[in-house]
């Protein structure tokens, strides 16, 4: 399998609730390594930005005023099959269908505010991962 990246989001429901210790550790306890994190608050522009191909869905205002209520932590995190295992690790994007276990089933209240995101394909993990990091803040290795 090949090594992957991916860009996770933890956020601003994640924050607010003091989880960022809680499902940071539940990541690195599933095999991810962080190549790069920060503790950032996005505007309602940059928020609109990262989830513009979502722009005509009924539900972006809300995405983008919610993205954009509080700090937030996004991850550049690392592992065989990435995209994949992290989707697997956080669970269905609206928490009632998550699977028990998963990081939106224990710790989410909704679709909206569903505590973390994850990338849905490599290609779309280095947009994603750009749209935060600098070459410069991403580590090459953790040792
Ligand atoms: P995320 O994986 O970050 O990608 C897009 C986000 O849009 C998704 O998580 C949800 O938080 C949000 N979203 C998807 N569907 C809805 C919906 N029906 N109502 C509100 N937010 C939604």
Redesign the pocket.
Known sequence: MAVERTLT?LKPDCVRKNLIGTVTAQIQEAGFSIKALKLTRLTKETAGGF?AV?KE?P?FG??VEFMSSGPCVPMILEKENAIEDFRALIGA?NPAEAEEGTIRAQFADS??E?IV??SDSVENGKIEGAYFFAESEVVANNS
């Open positions: 989001i989830y979502h869905r539900f809300e995405l994007t679709v909206g569903n995101h994850g």
